[in-house]
Nanobody
Framework: VQLQASGGGLVQPGGSLTLSCAASDNTVSNYAMAWFRQTPVKDREFVAA????????YYSDSVKGRFTISRDNSKNTVYLQMNSLKPDDTAVYYC????????????????????WGQGTLVTVSS
């Protein structure tokens, strides 16, 4: 499975962006999906995750209430809607897929994910 992240760019504080993560085939419809982010001075950080059905979503405290993760399995795509962006949200954002059985236990652990997209840069600056 190949994941292709897109939608990053430059946005002013308070603005919005929507990231997309397109998968190469529909096997991802059986996988939990997540977004992580990383900066040059911080390790890869969990942002949000969604179960394979899309019914359950999870967020880090830093983005809860501002970001929304969703998926469209008919399009093999996961989205991250980001609102009220702050300079601290500046990072490279990565999507990832998890195909195991212990998602609830490992969702925030980058090393447990099986597939990764290439990353898309989000810069929040005036």
């Amino acid at each position: 499975v190949q994941l292709q992240a897109s939608g990053g760019g430059l946005v002013q504080p308070g603005g919005s962006l929507t990231l997309s993560c397109a998968a190469s085939d529909n096997t991802v419809s059986n996988y939990a999906m997540a977004w992580f982010r990383q900066t040059p001075v911080k390790d890869r950080e969990f942002v949000a995750a969604v179960t394979y059905t899309g019914r359950n979503t999870y967020y880090s405290d830093s983005v809860k209430g501002r970001f929304t993760i969703s998926r469209d399995n008919s399009k093999n795509t996961v989205y991250l809607q980001m609102n009220s962006l702050k300079p601290d949200d500046t990072a490279v954002y990565y999507c990832a897929a998890y195909r195991g059985l212990y998602f609830m236990m490992v969702m925030s652990t980058p090393n447990m994910y099986d597939y990764w997209g290439q990353g898309t840069l989000v810069t929040v600056s005036s």
